[in-house]
T-cell receptor, first 117, second 114 residues
Framework: GAVVSQHPSWVICKSGTSVKIECRSLDFQATTMFWYRQFPKQSLMLMATSNEGSKATYEQGVEKDKFLINHASLTLSTLTVTSAHPEDSSFYIC?????????????FGPGTRLTVL | AQSVTQPDIHITVSEGASLELRCNYSYGATPYLFWYVQSPGQGLQLLLKYFSGDTLVQGIKGFEAEFKRSQSSFNLRKPSVHWSDAAEYFCAVGGGTSYGKLTFGQGTILTVHP
């Protein structure tokens, strides 16, 4: 299947700093990528839809100024958590959408564990 | 609005036993249906998917799922569970006008006893 990578796999930062997470589709082009947040023992919560060459679409309740998304190419989307605070600590997972004549599938990255001290 | 229900939060089976994980969905159009598996601290791996055609779909690791439109279900099955199958399983629905967005169930944690 298609492969999606995320970097870094984990990061620890101080409160008030910004953190950038990269999501790459390694063997296919993805015009659409998605960013999720997962709390312990819970399902995935969609944060935003990242579209190549255009602004991201954020889900209700997600602060667009705190979670900056840039989809600069067909294989790369980045999520920047600005002025991070301890409540932003979470597991962030991206996915890349592969579409074709008979497919419309999201492939997920391995996730990034963010801890804000 | 679309929704996915996984009625079983936690299932325990013995190694070698058969497995069925339940998934019921609500969707206004023809659904695309998916099962993903997540090991602790990892991302999600696609097990199988249904778009159209044969309602019994085969996936990786010996899993299969059957789409039953009349019951709005897409249950995941495996005839003989291995200890390495212990993980959390998510059912998801998308398609149509959702522009690729998926709606996930709450997940089912599978524990495998030796």
């Amino acid at each position: 299947g298609a492969v999606v990578s995320q970097h870094p796999s984990w990061v620890i930062c101080k409160s008030g700093t910004s953190v950038k997470i990269e999501c790459r589709s390694l063997d296919f082009q993805a015009t659409t990528m998605f960013w999720y947040r997962q709390f312990p023992k819970q399902s995935l919560m969609l944060m935003a839809t990242s579209n190549e060459g255009s602004k991201a679409t954020y889900e209700q309740g997600v602060e667009k100024d705190k979670f900056l998304i840039n989809h600069a190419s067909l294989t790369l989307s980045t999520l920047t958590v600005t002025s991070a605070h301890p409540e932003d600590s979470s597991f962030y997972i991206c996915s890349a959408r592969e579409t074709g004549l008979s497919t419309d599938t999201q492939y997920f990255g391995p996730g990034t564990r963010l801890t804000v001290l | 609005a679309q929704s996915v229900t996984q009625p079983d939060i936690h299932i325990t089976v013995s190694e070698g036993a058969s497995l069925e994980l339940r998934c019921n969905y609500s969707y206004g159009a023809t659904p695309y249906l998916f099962w993903y598996v997540q090991s602790p601290g990892q991302g999600l791996q696609l097990l199988l998917k249904y778009f159209s055609g044969d309602t019994l779909v085969q996936g990786i690791k010996g899993f299969e799922a059957e789409f039953k439109r009349s019951q709005s279900s897409f249950n995941l099955r495996k005839p003989s569970v291995h200890w390495s199958d212990a993980a959390e399983y998510f059912c998801a629905v998308g398609g149509g006008t959702s522009y690729g967005k998926l709606t996930f169930g709450q997940g089912t944690i599978l524990t495998v006893h030796p």
